[in-house]
């Protein structure tokens, strides 16, 4: 069995650099070029992790590995870390269900991992083709997709409710008097086959908002990806107009917000004095922006857990039919929302 310096010495980096890629460490900067060239040497050389070896040393032979797979590579988490979260909370509720991660990787647009061991089944974070789902099929039958839904038939799945995050928002926002809404974020985003379609918050946005006969096209804003940038440059560029802004604005996501509430600083427009804001996701940097952020709180640990507990249900009670959860929202009132000015 090779060992981590012979693994080093034919990739060409450090010992460091391998230990750290084959253990997942998300907060390596290393390039994905790099990483598959390690899996792929280590995979070749047959080595096994030292949590692999005490495993085989103890004849854990009933221990259950799960393999986890995920949309985006951790330099595309930092843009927007709601998935790397996502990930971090799978880890952990599989360690208090005794279940060994075992990370898959795609190489040759085809997934893999480490070991000769097989898998009982696969988590998939995030969205996926059908090119890339039938790769994941061929590794296990067992797929729990979280964050998507790609064939109810076929395949488990856990969603957010995004009809009842959306309307909590608004809802809120008029209760407060507000009728001039906007909306600010990615029209498009990527559908339950990794295709851009239009994002569901803002579907159902228009589909309040025209309920009530308060829909008003000029304000909706596309930042046409979802980073903290993209919300900044949207919102800049609106405020430089010059033209008449709505009362609030629901964000598509937080991250997004985050870069809305820099523009609207640098231009001396007072948040919730002058505009008020209403964000969705809840990650924890929501709390501490200027001011506090009104969010609607996507209950990250219930969907991991509702994954884990589903893909525990396929293997141990080998349960055949499929299953689709949806995890509902909560509004988290904080200081950047009041009432509209009369």
Do not use: W
Not at 184 to 189: A, L, Q, V, W
Not at 248 to 270: Q, S
């Amino acid at each position: 069995m090779a060992t981590l310096k012979e693994i080093a010495n034919v990739v060409g980096v450090s010992v460091g650099t391998v230990s750290r890629v084959l253990n997942n460490d998300s907060t390596l900067s290393v390039g994905d070029e790099t990483k598959i060239k390690i899996f792929n040497v280590a995979e070749e050389m047959q080595y096994k992790t030292l949590k692999q070896r005490k495993s085989s040393d103890k004849s854990k032979t009933n221990k259950l590995r799960v393999g986890i797979v995920e949309m985006y590579n951790p330099k595309e988490q930092l843009e927007d870390p709601y998935y790397l979260l996502l990930r971090s909370v799978v880890d952990k509720e599989c360690f208090e269900n005794e279940i060994e991660v075992v990370n898959l990787y795609k190489n040759n647009e085809e997934y893999r991992f480490i070991g000769e061991e097989f898998i009982n089944g696969i988590i998939a974070i995030g969205k996926f083709d059908k090119s890339e789902i039938k790769s994941l099929n061929k590794l296990s039958e067992n797929i729990v997709f979280l964050d998507s839904s790609p064939d109810d038939i076929k395949y488990d799945s856990v969603k957010i409710n995004f009809k009842l995050g959306t309307y909590m928002a608004l809802e809120h926002l008029v209760k407060l008097n507000h009728k001039e809404i906007g909306y600010i974020g990615s029209f498009k985003t990527l559908d339950d086959y990794k295709t851009k379609s239009q994002d569901k918050r803002l579907e159902f946005f228009k589909e309040y908002m025209k309920k009530n006969n308060i829909y008003k096209e000029e304000y909706i804003l596309d930042t046409k990806d979802v980073t903290s940038m993209d919300g900044y440059i949207t919102m800049k560029k609106f405020i430089e107009k010059g033209e008449a802004m709505p009362t609030a604005f629901f964000v598509g996501t937080d991250t997004i917000a985050t870069g809305v509430l820099r523009a609207l600083y640098e231009h001396d427009i007072k948040v919730p004095q002058d505009i008020s804001l209403v964000g969705f996701n809840d990650l924890i940097a929501s709390q501490h922006t200027i001011p506090p952020l009104t969010t609607v709180r996507v209950h990250i640990e219930n969907l991991a857990s509702a994954a884990v507990d589903l893909i525990l249900e396929r293997i141990i009670k080998e349960r055949k039919y499929c299953k689709k959860v949806i995890i509902p929202s909560e509004l988290i009132v904080r200081k950047s929302s009041s009432n509209a000015k009369k």
